[in-house]
């Protein structure tokens, strides 16, 4: 079992970009998910897919437990999903010793840019590249989840990339 501990932002402008060092196209679905746990299956590039179980202990920190599946099962976990997925390019940026993801969204979430950084405990405190916006951090109505599950928050208009 794996800690994950991140911090996520809103991501403004596209200043991020020509920072990015890999890319891949990511589809999620959530098979379940009661409150602070959730159950998913990512399918990566088409080619890789993983199963992951998150239960939730603070704000910024996760229990994670993380497993190859074959490809046939994901894609029938995917169907099975009841439409709770979600489509996004992640962008690798490497800046000042951390590793950010930038999520860039697709379909319904299109125009939401989102970008967190793991951490390795609750109090690191990474350099805060320009191109973040407001934190998101512990607002579960940003989670993957709930954006698959709910779409995107009503506030959110004005605070995406056109």
Known sequence: MAKEIERKFMVVGDAWRDAAVSSRSIVQAYLAVDGGTELRVRLSD??????????????MTRDEFDYPVPL?????????????MIAKTRHIIRADGHEWEVDVYEGGLEG??????????E?????LPAWLG???????????????????PDNAATETNP
Not at 112 to 121: D, F, G, Y
Not at 123 to 127: K, S, V
């Open 46 to 59: 088409g080619d890789q897919a993983r199963l992951t179980l998150k239960l939730g202990l603070s704000e």
């Open 72 to 84: 046939d099962d994901a894609r029938a976990m995917l169907a099975a999903s009841r439409g709770r």
């Open 112 to 121: 939401l840019v989102i970008a967190e950084v793991e951490l390795s405990a």
């Open 123 to 127: 109090d690191d405190d990474p350099a």
């Open 134 to 152: 407001r934190e998101l951090t512990g607002d579960p109505a940003w989670s993957n989840a709930a954006l698959a599950t709910h779409g995107r």
